[in-house]
Each structure stands twice: as structure tokens, then as C-alpha cells.
């Protein structure tokens, strides 16, 4: 069952290590977001779309694409996509890594589990044989009970290194998410401030 729990763990890491660090992130955001500002300020959302597009699933491009969308409705309207967005990206940067913490508890378990019974089938089989058997018998149940312990602990020691990385890069890209939102949000908003006020710019100069 260790072995098992660590070979489900291993699968985990990779997948989680893959996602997080190489499919999910953003390289170079600062570009991203001010070639964003300048396409919607210019009112090409078309091609800013496109643009978020080519990034693939990558959870701050979706929530980019989903204020992109909106962005003629209202701005409560906008806000409760951008919500939405927000919370199925943060949950989809955020799945299975806690199952690492899991495997890591139940593993240490598992170790002591197996050290209990290495240690109750060694004082029983030492009670059942003769003088000259004994001390060969104690020595494999408590070599047994040993290895159950040294097993559980090999898993759940990179398990919990593993999964307070995971966390970091995790914690990050919400943030990240969080961040892209409302810069998001915030972008809308000086558009519409734009439009608005074009015409009365034009009036002034024709004044």
C-alpha cells in the first residue's frame, strides 16, 4: 500500500509540476497585459481576443477572455463574469496538489501500521519457539517493523516537500489571476471613460 500510495503520488507531482510551472504560467505578463490595454483603448477586441487566444487554457488568459467578452454589458454584469472566471481558474490552478498532503499522512500511517505488526508477529513468534529460534525471529520482526517505518517515511517526506512547492507556485498564479482581473477590470472601465468623454473633447476644440 506505501509503494502504491507513492506511485500515485509521483504521478501527481509530474502532472502538477508540468501544469504549474510550465503549461499555466504566463511568460512575460507585463507585455501581455499592455498589449491587451492598447488593443481594447484602440477598440480592436477582436484581435485581442485572438490574441488570448493563442496562450491556449492558460487560466489568466481565460479570465482575460471572459472580460474581453463582456465588455459591452454592464459593469456589474462584467464584474460577476469576472468572479466566475476567477473562481473555476483558481480552482483548476488549485486541484489535486492537496491530495499530496493526504498521501504524505496516510503514508506515515501506513509506516506505523506496518511497524505495529511487524513487532506483534515477532513477540508472538518468539513466544511460540524454541530458545535457539528466538533471537533469528525477533530480529525479522523488528526488521520488518523497521522497513515499515523507513517505507512510509520515504513517501511522505517528498510528498510534503513536494506539495509545499506546489502550493508556492499555486498561491502565485492565483494571485497572478487575482491581479489580471482586476487590471482587467480596470482597463473596461478607462475605455468606457474614453469613450465617454471623446465627444465632449471635440466639442471643446470646435469651441
Given amino acids: ?6 506511485g500515485i503520488a509521483v504521478a501527481i507531482v509530474l502532472e502538477r509540476v508540468r501544469a504549474l510551472v510550465f503549461a499555466y504560467p504566463i511568460r512575460n505578463t507585463p507585455q501581455f497585459i499592455e498589449k491587451i490595454r492598447d488593443l481594447v483603448m484602440a477598440d480592436r477586441l477582436a484581435e485581442a481576443l485572438t490574441y488570448t487566444e493563442q496562450l491556449g487554457d492558460k487560466p489568466a488568459a ?18 460577476d463574469g469576472l468572479e466566475l472566471a476567477v473562481s473555476e481558474a483558481t480552482q483548476k490552478v ?11 499522512n496516510v503514508s506515515t500511517l501506513l509506516g506505523l501500521f506496518g511497524t505495529i505488526l511487524g513487532l506483534i508477529q515477532s513477540f508472538q513468534a518468539v513466544g511460540a519457539a524454541s530458545a535457539q529460534q528466538r533471537s533469528a525471529l ?18 511522505a517526506i517528498p510528498c510534503m516537500i513536494a506539495f ?16 489580471m482581473a482586476m487590471r482587467m477590470t480596470d482597463i473596461i472601465k478607462q475605455r468606457f471613460y474614453d469613450a465617454d468623454t471623446a465627444p465632449n473633447r471635440k466639442q471643446k476644440r470646435s469651441a
Fill in 138 to 155: 525477533l530480529a525479522a520482526g523488528i526488521s520488518t517493523a523497521m522497513n515499515a517505518t523507513m517505507m512510509g517515511l520515504a513517501v
Fill in 164 to 179: 509545499s512547492y506546489l502550493m508556492n507556485r499555486s498561491n502565485r498564479l492565483n494571485a497572478e489571476i487575482e491581479q
Fill in 62 to 79: 481565460a479570465v482575460v477572455r471572459e472580460a474581453l467578452l463582456r465588455a459591452h454589458q454592464p459593469e456589474d454584469l462584467i464584474q
Fill in 94 to 104: 488549485s486541484q489535486r496538489t492537496a491530495f499530496l498532503a493526504t498521501i504524505a
Fill in 1 to 6: 500500500p506505501i509503494l502504491v500510495a507513492g
